[in-house]
């Protein structure tokens, strides 16, 4: 604690512009999350290319996910090793890299290699970003911030797929890379320019041991769970590698606990809003990504969509979620979070108990409605809540508190997908037993209704949270603190 004190001191954030560091940090998140949904679409034709199966194709977004979810744990650590500036150009330089081993690469193995050195940039970049909010503004204005992040993080995956059907109908999948790679570039640029250093460097003692068993235990959980959502539950590799991750995140947080400078600071969980929003947010990724996944799959097997106009259909709900992220942040800033994630959530109730009665015949319009309205709720819930538990932290334990949410939002990703992809096939199954003459479309709406509906009784848990939710303050040194260099902030700029 006097360490970080110390630390602290020594960064003087009155002489920050905070409208420059926010772009950079804007424009390099924009480009990652861009890319990462831009290749899904593409798998069929990389299939062909390289003539390679479904599920060797599935590794692109399985490894993408396992290395992300491996390495934010760890940027809790570096992050106090390494500045502001040291680790967002590194991310960058890393993305880069890997753009462009993917975009020239001859063979599938080396695709496969670039992914995972852009899955490096992502995961260093995502958690030093909210860090960096959390820095430079004080308490009462975080909620703008962070709607301005929530409106890149939610805008690129709306327009990916949209954008990806054009360029793979006109063009090739390699230029899914080439043009990103300018993008990139430019980011990297504009970010040795204007982002300043506004991390406190700590530098605790490493220790190796919770890096390794962090390794295998979320690697072994967010593996374990996507395999399951490819294949089978019973399969002994699945059951095998979840077990040894949950062997190893149990393992991990009783050193946490035990060792003097631990690497990932669980006693975050002493504050009860952060905890709770943890848990919410869990809840209510799961809930998300079920319709992430599901909803294409319906799109274009039961209404026979192409790519392409399934990523149109897709689009509205993204662009307005995206436009509603900065505008639910001011609100934030001037209402609390109660009077937002509460209606919120009921938002995203709403749309997935309607799509449980989705069937071949439904409209486009139909579901570009019900995928507006599950967005707009999502907008109203993450960036306040998430900003609200994260609040209530004191400074020093800010790079802990968006390494555990980043952690944990990739693992209950994993966890949503394989739950609902499973439970979606469960039912198609039953389905086509009870119907033996339904068609397959007839059948996968089947088994979207019944995923549908266990992800609305997972929503009335997340519901539940909501009313306990309320506005927080920092620890009064932080708020002084973070007053007085608002207030000389304004004075500079």
């Known amino acids: 604690m006097n360490v970080s004190s110390e630390a602290t001191a020594a960064v003087d954030l009155t002489q920050i512009k905070r409208g420059p560091i926010v772009a950079a940090l804007i424009i390099g998140a924009f480009v990652a999350i861009l890319n990462e949904t831009l290749l899904n679409i593409a798998f069929p034709d990389l299939m062909t290319e390289f003539s390679i199966s479904p599920a060797t194709i599935q590794w692109l977004s399985t490894a993408y996910m396992l290395v992300i979810g491996i390495l934010v744990p760890v940027t809790a650590l570096l992050q106090q090793w390494f500045t502001t500036r040291q680790m967002f150009l590194s991310a960058m330089i890393l993305f ?15 695709l496969l290699i670039g992914r995972i050195i852009q899955a490096l940039g992502t995961g260093l970049m995502l958690p030093v970003m909210m860090n960096t909010i959390l820095v430079i503004f004080p308490p009462d204005k975080r909620g703008g911030a962070m709607g301005m992040i929530g409106l890149v993080i939610m805008f690129a995956p709306a327009i990916g797929p949209t954008l990806a059907g054009l360029i793979i109908d006109q063009l090739d999948w390699r230029w899914l890379f080439y043009l990103v790679i300018p993008l990139a570039a430019f980011s990297i640029v504009f970010a040795a320019a204007f982002l300043k250093n506004v991390s406190d460097l700590t530098r605790p003692k490493v220790d190796v041991w919770s890096i390794i068993l962090s390794t295998i235990g979320f690697g072994g959980v967010v593996y374990g769970f996507s395999k399951a959502g490819e294949g089978s539950w019973s399969d002994p590799e699945v ?12 393992l991990f947080v009783i050193r946490q606990l035990l060792v003097k400078n631990p690497m990932l600071e669980l006693r975050t969980f002493r504050f009860p809003m952060f905890t709770l929003v943890t848990i919410l947010m869990l809840v209510l990724m799961m809930t998300l990504f079920s319709t992430m996944i599901l909803l294409p799959l319906f799109l274009q097997t039961a209404l026979l969509m192409t790519a ?27 209402y609390g979070p109660r ?44 960036m306040p809540a998430q900003t609200t538990g994260l609040n209530q932290l004191p400074r020093h334990l800010y790079p802990h508190g968006t390494a555990i949410l980043n952690t944990l939002q990739q693992v209950s990703g994993a966890i949503g997908t394989a739950l609902f992809i499973s439970i979606m096939s469960s039912g198609t199954k039953d389905f086509l037993k009870s119907k033996p003459d339904g068609s397959p479309a007839e059948a996968l709406v089947a088994g979207l209704h019944d995923a549908f509906f266990i992800a609305f009784l997972v929503g009335i848990l997340a519901l539940i949270l909501g009313f306990f939710i309320k506005k927080v303050h920092p620890p009064k040194e932080d708020q002084q603190n973070g007053a007085e260099a608002s207030a000389q902030q304004v004075q500079h700029e």
Do not use: R
């Not at 880069?96 to 080396?110: D, E, H, N, Y």
């Not at 709900?317 to 001037?334: E, H, Q, T, Y």
């Not at 071949?360 to 579901?367: D, E, I, L, R």
């Open 339 to 382: 009077l937002l994630v509460v209606p919120g959530i009921v938002l995203v109730l709403l749309a997935v108990w309607l799509f449980t009665g989705i069937s071949v015949s439904t409209s486009a319009g139909y579901v570009i409605t019900l995928h507006i309205i599950l967005l707009v709720g999502i907008s109203l819930v993450m």
């Open 308 to 334: 392409f106009k399934a990523g149109l259909t897709l689009m509205p709900g993204g662009i307005i979620n995206g436009i509603m992220a900065p505008i639910s942040g001011k609100l934030f800033d001037k």
């Open 239 to 250: 059951v095998w590698t979840i077990v040894i991750g949950g062997v190893g995140i149990l």
């Open 96 to 110: 880069l890299a890997g753009t462009i081993v993917c975009g020239t690469a001859p063979a599938f193995s080396l």
